[in-house]
């Protein structure tokens, strides 16, 4: 089976729309790692083709503020303002869906999928120790929230950083060792914030256990337009261009 892997989208149907034609015809199931929503101007347009397309989703905690089950008082302004903004704007039957998507992590074929950490869903895994590997239910899974594409590979004597596709590079292949444990982030499709603006995404193919790193370049300025436009926090358009 071919997966594509997905993760904290945003509300970003220019970065969705450009990962989906570039992975067009390389993928038969799709998954995502929380974060539909939040901070983007199409939240509806998100939550609607996920709804149709995606086979596994765990929540963010940006799906859960956006259906109110996060209290939004530990969001930063432009945060919360986005948050109420996507609550008011999203359909009844797509809060309904956001509120029921389960906790990480999910158990996805041979991998798992997660948004913040094994032990927490809300926490940011920018580092890891070896130590994590022990609550890991699955060789393989992939996590997101941080918005950094890359993750951790977690050998016998410790652990190894997985780094970014670089600039001016397409994709970069994951070698997957037997002994091993991973956590992949696949970077997020609608806000990276690793100094790179390309839309974010991964691909895996359980057969071959060959995972690909990918970045795509989209209209960012459409993105940004829209949230303009919606009146939301002029940051939240600006930082599309830096990849922060």
């Known amino acids: 089976m071919r997966y594509l892997i997905l993760s904290d989208i945003h509300g970003n149907w220019e970065a969705l729309e450009a990962v989906l034609r570039e992975a067009e015809g390389e993928w038969e199931r799709a998954v995502c790692c929380g974060d539909l929503v939040g901070y983007g101007a199409d939240p509806n347009r998100v939550v609607e083709w996920v709804r149709?397309?995606?086979?596994?989703?765990?929540?963010g905690n940006h799906d859960k503020a956006c259906a109110g089950l996060e209290d939004?008082?530990?969001?930063?302004?432009?945060?919360?303002?986005a948050a109420q903004w996507t609550a008011a704007e999203l359909t009844p039957e797509n809060e309904r869906y956001l509120r029921r998507l389960p906790a990480g992590p999910l158990e996805v074929g041979d991998?798992?999928?997660?948004?913040?950490?094994?032990?927490?869903e809300d926490e940011y895994?920018?580092?890891a120790a070896p130590e994590l590997a022990a609550h890991l239910g699955a060789r393989l899974s992939f996590f997101g929230h941080t918005h950094w594409q890359g993750g951790f590979a977690f050998y016998r004597r410790g652990v190894k950083r997985l780094r970014a596709v670089p600039a001016g590079v397409r994709a970069v292949p994951v070698r997957l060792e037997a002994e091993c444990f991973y956590l992949i982030n696949p970077g997020s499709v609608g806000q990276p914030r690793d100094g790179d603006p390309r839309a974010a995404y991964a691909l895996y193919d359980d057969g071959g256990r060959a995972v690909e790193l990918r970045r795509t370049p989209y209209r960012v300025s459409t993105a940004q337009a829209k949230i303009r436009r919606a009146g939301l926090p002029a940051i939240l358009a600006d930082r599309l261009a830096e990849g922060v």
């Open 72 to 81: 939004l008082a530990w969001f930063n302004p432009a945060a919360r303002e």
């Open 125 to 127: 895994l920018m580092a």
């Open 52 to 59: 149709q397309h995606v086979a596994a989703v765990v929540r």
């Open 111 to 120: 991998f798992e999928i997660l948004h913040g950490s094994p032990l927490d």
